[in-house]
């Protein structure tokens, strides 16, 4: 058995955690904005929870598109680019061991929910359970709902990495669910769903040889693209909308600046591409969902310490 730290970090693609990071830390600023709060020990054990989840999540996601074919697919396919960890389909771990690593992160991300629930409530655990549901059922039987396209996908990932994380922290530490903490969930949660979108070009053509019904597949490469497009603006354009209601003070329009560089990437596309010039769109719409959520917690906190 693999027992490095490197191994395991690089298998359960630990690389992509500031993607939950960024909405538990705007949760944890929001609560500072509005209520003049902050529990340090609350929002580490939400942070360490949030993290585990976010691990089981990237680990039951390969665990059954390994079981579902996928991951064979990608690895068959010629055009397509494979994002999963690679360990399960070469036979690097047993499955049996990717398993139990994979539950261990789940047992801990619950662990740390009944600690919180000790503290603030019982209530704090429907934040953890619809995490762990949409987790779990976005590949697995019989929901499957991330294979079946219609945007299940996407709603899942704007709830899993916008809404939950975001609400459920702010409600961790000021013990509070309103109006504003959702407006505050919505421009990183789209943004987040953004880079999931953009993630399934790399090898939208190995997902619909295995029957996964992507948002990318259903649309089509063209009509996916003009997709994106539409997401990101929509991405943005919550962070005015989230001014205007008052949920951010009015300089948080500076995280729009991060825009500018991923809106320049779209032109060099084409309607048909190959599957390694999506590295670029990627990365941009990473680093742009990255730079504006630093942005957004900055501005929470500078206007609660006003």
Sequence with gaps: MHTSVKFWMKTTRSQ????????????AAGAFAVYETFHLGLFLLTLIGALSA????????DLWDFRNGVDIAAEETAAAISTNSRVLPSGTVPE????????????IALLCGVV??????????????????????YVAPPLKFGYRGKGYSEVAI????????????????TEQLDLQAFMMSVPIGILTTLILFNHHFLHWQADEASGKKTLVVVLGEKGALRFSKVLASLGFFSIIVGIVFGAFPWYTVLA?????PLFKVYPSFNDTNANESYVKLMSASLKASVRSGLIITICLIISGLL
């Design 54 to 61: 976010h691990l089981f999540s990237n680990m039951i996601n």
């Design 16 to 27: 992509v955690l500031p993607v939950m990071v960024l909405p538990v830390l705007i949760g």
């Design 158 to 173: 704007f709830l899993a990495f916008g809404v939950l994380p975001v609400v459920g922290t702010y409600y961790v530490l």
């Design 96 to 107: 049996r061991t990717f398993a139990f690593v994979t539950w261990l992160f789940f047992f």
């Design 116 to 137: 919180i629930s000790a503290f603030v409530g019982w209530t704090v655990l429907l934040f953890a359970a619809a995490g762990g549901a949409i987790a779990y059922f």
């Design 256 to 260: 729009i600046i991060p825009a500018i």
